[in-house]
């Protein structure tokens, strides 16, 4: 209703907007790629937010951090459609049967280098976590967040935050074979 | 400072969030401890590893293509503002409004006028469904409301104006609106391009009962030159 009312009430210059938006664009489908993991996916969800927000210039005009306002608006935008989408199976099954497909007939590169087999790897490590794990691992220490910015993002705790990030990172470890900074506690404890 | 401390505190200080009092304590155990040293690179190698992690970049234009679907732009999508989910709709109160012969026959055409029915005090969305034979990338939206029907959360605010890009065929305006009495009265639209004007009119009906049902009417459609 708000958005509505909003945009009854504007009178709003596109450039201005534009200028606004633009310099976060990149960031913003960064974000909504980490949590889609789907290209046309993340690229849906920048748009949306970015329609939601076309009619709001002057309240985003009164944001002093947009970045992390943004992507928060994202996030909360990617988790109300998620639960939209449980709520339809029907719809879930055919997201599973495209992925699979498209997976399936994605062809292995002749030559692969070690870096691209570790981030095969670290792909493989990430699908094993869970939604809350992956989500901050990911925003944390791939894409920089604080967890203060990520604690407003998510709408989640600075403690919970930190230990969903610590069982995150050993799990990837524990997959990379990497030695997790617990198991040095304990043997040296 | 014990190792166990140390190691525990990893994370911390590696995102600079130890105070500047254990920071110091912290870096000098690590200039004594060659295994706390160790996990301390092997952190970095680590969060070095996550920072490289990239994602794909996004398909070729898609900034551009992004911009350019925001209504202001003569290719609005179906997602603009003015076109809020045309299937969300019905659920509510929904009219339709046809402009078959928008700006291009100013000839009037005089059909009923569609009526739809509001509940005394308790807010209703009205879904105003405009098509449009083609698409018009500049025009000027205006509506008035009677004087004793608010908008929601916009007591007092009667009279709007704005402009906006109207797609070829269907185009939803939804209005919250709620009747601060029993008496009735005429919600009027108007859509304004170049010299041309279409004036749409709606009988809003108030009653005292309840009544969860869908209104669907007919329309007026007034054409003439400004």
């Known amino acids: 209703m708000a958005a509505i009312l909003d945009f009854f009430s504007k009178k709003q210059s596109p450039d201005e907007f534009e200028a606004l938006l633009k310099p976060h664009v990149g960031h913003l489908y960064r974000v909504a790629y980490r949590l889609t993991n789907q290209a046309e996916a993340a690229e849906d969800l920048v748009q949306d937010v970015m329609l939601h927000f076309y009619p709001k210039l002057n309240e985003l005009k009164q944001i002093e951090n947009l970045k992390p306002w943004l992507a928060r608006s994202l996030y909360n935008r990617f988790i109300d459609n998620l639960r939209k989408a449980k709520r339809n199976p029907i719809t879930d099954a055919m997201e599973d049967t495209v992925l699979e497909s498209v997976t399936d007939h994605n062809p292995q590169p002749e030559h692969e280098t070690e870096q691209d087999l570790m981030q095969q790897r670290l792909d493989q490590a990430l699908q094993q976590l869970n939604d809350d794990q992956r989500h901050v691992v990911m925003l944390h220490d791939m894409e920089g967040y604080t967890l203060t910015e990520l604690a407003d993002i998510m709408a989640v705790p600075v403690g919970t935050l930190k230990s969903r990030l610590h069982r995150a990172r050993n799990s990837i470890k524990s997959s990379l074979s990497m030695e997790p900074s617990d198991t040095l506690m304990r043997v040296k404890g | ?226």
Request: aromatic residues 8%.
């Open chain 2, 1 to 226: 400072m014990h190792c166990n401390i140390i190691l525990s505190q990893l994370d911390d200080y590696i995102d600079g969030e130890l105070k500047p009092g254990q920071r110091s304590q912290y870096e000098a155990h690590l200039g004594e401890c060659d295994s706390c040293k160790q996990a301390w690179q092997q952190e970095l190698q680590f969060r070095s590893l996550m920072k490289e992690h990239d994602v794909p970049a996004p398909a070729v234009g898609f900034e551009d293509r992004a911009f350019a679907k925001l209504p202001r732009h003569a290719s609005s999508s179906h997602k603009s503002s003015f076109v809020a989910g045309f299937g969300g709709a019905m659920a509510a109160g929904i009219v339709l409004f046809i402009a078959a012969a928008l700006f291009l026959n100013p000839v009037t055409q005089q059909q009923a006028i569609p009526n739809i029915q509001l509940t005394l005090h308790e807010a209703k969305k009205v879904n105003m469904v405009f098509d449009v034979p083609e698409m018009v990338a500049d025009a000027t939206f205006s509506m008035q409301v009677p004087e004793h029907i608010d908008i929601a959360g916009r007591k007092g605010l009667h009279q709007i104006e704005w402009k906006t890009a109207l797609k070829k065929g269907k185009n939803l305006l939804s209005l919250p609106i709620v009747a601060q009495s029993a008496k009735g009265g005429e919600l009027v639209a108007k859509i304004k391009y170049g010299d041309q004007e279409k004036v749409f009119r709606l009988v809003l009906d108030i009653q005292t009962l309840d009544v969860d049902s869908i209104e669907q009417g007919m329309f007026t459609i007034m054409d003439k030159a400004v």
